[in-house]
């Protein structure tokens, strides 16, 4: 049999739960009559979608608070059924993956937002026991705010220590929620974090050592959503002939990719919406990515990303079609032998 040329498409499969597979794209709307996007015009897109952002937030927020919202929240807790975190598995091919890699199995957990009302990341420790991996991998926002950190340590100390973990910080690790300014006490969450074993990384890329061998690079990106992301600096920190598996908070770092680019980017921040309708999809994503890429696997620019839809609550403590996930993600060689 011919086979058929590659195609972009070939970069990433994902296979769900299920068992059902199905290959990402990473296509882009057509240019309509021709038209080619000069600079100027990037710019003035850039700047439209910033500003609708932020009005959508600043509306989102105005209905979040009100009375009616949070009595209707309250309602609807009594008669859901109880949220569960799932544990989801993907399947990634990755090109540059060393043939002694194949089948490695990364942890992916981000959005814990451990705090009152939105304790779902306690379900973790005995959702994960038995599940092998060798790999964990955290993409911020452990917190709201620090009355939380406690919580967040005593949740880690139950965690096992039986795989190298790294983690990245998110934007509510930085600034307290529900606030535009303030700080978190960053330095007190960071040493939580490695006194647990996470080793945090702030624009840099370490060499992961497995008991599958070496060959694959932890880059991690510090927030993006609060503009202190440098994925060119910490990418600098990788052979040129390496695989690189990035973590950041946000996935709009896809958005600043510079010539060096990762081989995987992993990230959360969305919750995948948190809240999305049928026919209709996620009302609001804070991200400037297409909608599609709120969550689960796809391709941006050549580059696989995986979205987490997260694990805990942000503002509203309810989840819509987008139930919490710890993520099992199996990363493939093309270069080991099929079975």
Known sequence: MTPSPPTRHDDARASGADGSEGLVSDSQPPVMGGYRHTRRHRIAKRGARATGRRVSIAVARAIVDSRVTRSSVKMLGRVLPPPRVSLTRYEIVLPR??????????????DLHLHPGSELA??????IAGVSYDLVCYTGDFINVDADIPAVAALLARMPRVAPAYAVLGNHDYVPFGRDRGANDVRRLRDVLTGAGLTVLTNTAR?????????LYVVGVDDPATRRDDLAGAM?????????????HSPDVALRMGARRPDL??????????????????????????KPLAMGLGVYEGVPLFVSRGIGYSTLNLRVGTPSEVALLTLRSPAAPSV
């Open 97 to 110: 993956l060393p043939r002694r890699l194949d089948g490695l199995r990364v942890l992916h957990l981000s």
């Open 122 to 127: 306690l379900q973790v420790p005995a959702l």
């Open 236 to 248: 600098a920190g990788v052979p040129e002939d390496a695989c690189a598996l990035a973590l950041a």
């Open 207 to 215: 060499q992961v050592h497995t008991e599958r061998g070496d060959g």
């Open 265 to 290: 980017i992993l990230a959360g921040h969305t919750h995948g919406g948190q809240i999305r309708l049928p026919r209709i999809g996620a009302l609001m994503t804070l991200s400037a990515l297409p």
